[in-house]
């Protein structure tokens, strides 16, 4: 009776983990095909299993704009921003235990100091979207300036024969270091043809990685140019000059804004050591003279 029992108990675990691998292989496919659309349908957004708070979360505009702000970033998976929201709560919940860590070891409470937990809190959720801010400014920089290089390129390409499609693997397989930005971009645009993709879907998904001014306009350019035989070498050299242009503007607001700086550190540190020097004597001249008056 009890090895009876011993067979069906083993029978029934053996049956057990077979499901549970089949349940395993069955998941594994089930994401791979998840994978695949994805692939596919870049616009299509992600369910999130677990979504905030609308008064933690960001909804209408502040959700568009922190899509694009993440876009510019480099971050184009369609669970980013969730992945950021999180990623910010976690943030200001730190900077709070932080904050009344602190408190318990200086002050001997945890809530000693409450303004100063509320304002860690603040400061760090606050300083994660400027955080974003930088790095997409900064991505944002990079790519604009180096599109004069990479349009060049292209037109010197285009020139000597090749084809738009042998442009584009010749800068992915060969021209890394000259633009390396976007040598990477365009290796992902050559590995969506390879995959089978059609070149309308993966030059808008090219112009979404890129996700600065001008790349929706000039991913429309090379559909014209692909598929209804429109010359593209003066249009390219319209926007590598469009492109030059940006980068001059933004050399001198850069300059602009260096000025203001120093301005502001003279007024900070020249201006008191001039009013010293300057208002020193007079200040010492009229002690004096009250000082000899009260005798």
Same mark, same amino acid.
């Given at each position: 009776?009890? +090895?009876?029992?011993?067979? *069906? ?8 983990? @077979? ?102 809190? @603040? ?13 997409? +400014? @900064? ?7 180096? &599109? ?21 693997? +010749?800068? *992915? ?45 000039? *991913? ?6 692909? &598929? ?10 319209? &926007? ?15 300059? @602009? ?36 008056? *009260?005798?």
């Amino acid at each position: 009776m009890p +090895s009876a029992f011993f067979l *069906a108990c083993l029978l029934m675990a053996l049956i057990g983990i @077979g499901i549970a691998l089949f349940g395993g292989r069955m998941l594994i496919a089930d994401q791979r095909l998840e994978a695949r659309l994805a692939r596919l349908a870049p616009t299509r957004q992600a369910k999130p299993a677990l979504r905030l708070p609308t008064i933690l979360g960001a909804e209408g505009r502040n959700r568009s704009t922190l899509e694009r702000q993440l876009q510019l970033a480099g971050y184009q998976d369609p669970r980013a921003i969730n992945h950021f929201l999180w990623l910010r709560l976690a943030a200001t919940l730190l900077a709070a235990l932080l904050a009344a860590l602190l408190c318990r070891i200086l002050w001997h409470g945890w809530l000693s100091r409450p303004m100063l937990i509320v304002i860690a809190a @603040g400061l760090a959720f606050v300083g994660a979207r400027q955080a974003l801010n930088l790095l997409a +400014s @900064g991505r944002a920089r990079k790519i604009t300036a180096e &599109f004069p290089f990479l349009l060049d390129l292209m037109l010197m390409m285009l020139a000597s024969g090749v084809s738009l499609d042998q442009c584009f693997r +010749s800068i *992915a397989r060969d021209e890394q270091v000259a633009v390396p930005h976007h040598g990477q971009l365009i290796a992902l645009l050559v590995t969506d043809l390879d995959r089978g993709m059609r070149y309308e879907l993966a030059l808008d998904r090219w112009a979404s990685r890129v996700a600065v001014s001008g790349a929706k306009e000039l *991913a429309s350019l090379f559909r014209q140019a692909m &598929f209804q035989g429109i010359e593209l070498a003066p249009a390219l050299r319209e &926007f590598a000059r469009e492109f030059t242009q940006r980068r001059v503007a933004r050399a001198r607001e850069a300059m @602009g804004g260096i000025t203001v700086r120093m301005v502001v550190l003279m007024i900070l540190f020249f201006m008191p050591a001039l009013f010293i020097v300057l208002g020193g004597p007079p200040v010492v001249a009229i002690l004096d003279t009250l000082r000899a008056s *009260a005798r």
